[in-house]
């Protein structure tokens, strides 16, 4: 027996030793896949590790801020907020000199995430000169990086979770096989099986009543799950051309419906066609600037010859993703909304002339942050944000604007008691009110 408990041990030692070989592998590539995510989700859209873009580029930036003479942890400092880093180091004053824009503020990003991210940067192979991609930025002839991907990397839980769930068994089983040789209380040497039974019949009404409530637990859990289907919130496909609606509503003042040119008369806001980016683009080629590679994407698609000024007929189609997406059986109409009701865009949509990145369904707690919005709890894009905003919305009756409302209007004009019924809760008609919430408004 003490031999066996000797083969015991050794082996339990060999499986310990790969066990934490294994984890460290897998901590090893958690750590990687997490500096790329943090890379792809927050710096992608300005930074690549090997080329300057509308940031500069992100690889030995570490080791440049120190030869550079920045100041310990300065660096840190910068990414979580520049302003406050150019306060209290004067490199960090030079790199904020950078144009075309401002780096953004990452108050969010703790010392390990930024490592995190550079560790990946640093571990990018350089693209060979004369063409190629790098990793994380663009083909040759690109000057922003490419959309982000949407990745994840829940398999490194589920790898590092088995291998520590096996430690504990081992050890486990170990510490009870030296237990079973060393007693001599026969009682000690039942199985786990044996003993488990055995306690679960002395303790059988307890255990009925725990398994009561965990099943019953895990069906409420199961039907609360429901309730997180199709639910779109940060949604944020990447998209064939970066393309900052903060330069072209914000710093431009483009109206949305320029481009959006049938947002007022059909049921699609529809995503707009080539010629009209070329209405700009024939003049504003953005030669030397960051943003060059991607208006050439523009040409490319047009059929645009920038030396000749001309259309060679070499056509290509923007294959663009859908951002906010409804479910087939949900009729939306974007003229009605808009015209009629009056809805701004930024209601649904958020505020595009501070979106830096390309479109995105916006969270309801942004949305309420916005001024002039309707506040709401709902998630955005569900069926009980949309019924909460009907329920909301004010219908602008009596305004000669529209003759279908002012038909109401004067109607309820006739019975001041009925009226009065509209009025009484909020002071306005609502949406809900003149059948807002019938479901065949939304679903026929």
């Known amino acids: 027996m003490e031999i066996s408990n000797i083969q015991s041990l050794k082996r339990f030692k060999t499986f310990a030793f790969a066990a934490l070989t294994l984890s460290f592998a897998a901590f090893t590539n958690f750590a990687s896949a997490q500096g790329e995510g943090l890379f792809k989700a927050k710096c992608a859209t300005c930074h690549m590790p090997h080329k300057n873009s509308t940031g500069p580029k992100l690889a030995g930036v570490r080791a440049k801020w120190a030869s550079g003479g920045a100041k310990e942890g300065s660096i840190y400092q910068w990414v979580n907020n520049w302003q406050t880093a150019a306060a209290n180091d004067p490199y960090a004053v030079e790199v904020s000199k950078w144009s075309p824009t401002a780096m953004s503020a990452f108050p969010d990003l703790k010392k390990e995430d930024i490592d995190a991210i550079l560790d990946w940067v640093d571990a990018q192979p350089e693209a060979p000169a004369g063409g190629g991609a790098t990793a994380g930025g663009t083909a040759e002839g690109a000057t922003t990086a490419v959309p982000v991907e949407e ?90 051309i970066v393309f900052p609606h903060s330069q072209h509503a914000g710093i431009n003042g483009i109206d949305c419906k320029y481009c959006h040119n049938s947002v007022t008369k059909s049921k699609s806001a529809s995503i707009p066609s080539v010629n009209v980016c070329m209405n700009c683009h024939k003049q504003i080629d953005g030669e030397g600037k960051p ?88 998630k955005t894009l569900t069926m009980g944000w949309c019924i909460e905003c009907h329920g909301k919305k004010d219908v602008a009756i009596g305004n000669g604007k529209n003759a279908y409302y002012d038909e109401i209007h004067r109607r309820l004009k006739k019975d001041p008691k009925l009226y009065a019924q509209y009025l009484n809760n909020d002071g306005k008609v609502t949406v809900n009110e003149l059948g807002g919430w019938e479901c065949a408004k939304c679903h026929y």
């Open 291 to 378: 943003w060059a590679g991607q208006i050439k994407k523009i040409y490319a698609a047009a059929g645009w010859d920038k030396e000749g000024m001309k259309y060679t007929g070499k056509t290509k189609p923007i294959v663009w993703n859908k951002v906010h997406v409804l479910p087939e059986h949900v009729y939306f109409n974007h003229s009605q909304h808009v015209v009629v009701g009056g809805i701004d865009c930024k209601q649904c949509h958020g505020d595009m002339t501070q979106m830096e990145e390309t479109a995105m369904v916006q969270p309801v707690e942004e949305l309420n942050k916005i001024e002039g919005n309707i506040k709401l709890t709902r």
């Open 151 to 240: 990745e994840s990397t829940s398999w490194v839980w589920v790898v590092m979770g088995v291998i520590f769930v096996v430690v504990i068994l081992a050890v486990g089983g170990v510490r009870r096989q030296l237990k079973i040789a060393t007693s001599e209380d026969e009682s000690e040497k039942m199985t786990y099986g044996e003993e488990l039974r055995a306690l679960a019949w002395k303790y059988r009404l307890q255990v009925g009543l725990v398994s009561l409530v965990v099943v019953i637990s895990i069906f409420v859990a199961l039907f609360q799950s429901l309730y997180s289907i199709n639910i779109m919130e940060g949604y944020q496909p990447s998209q064939p």
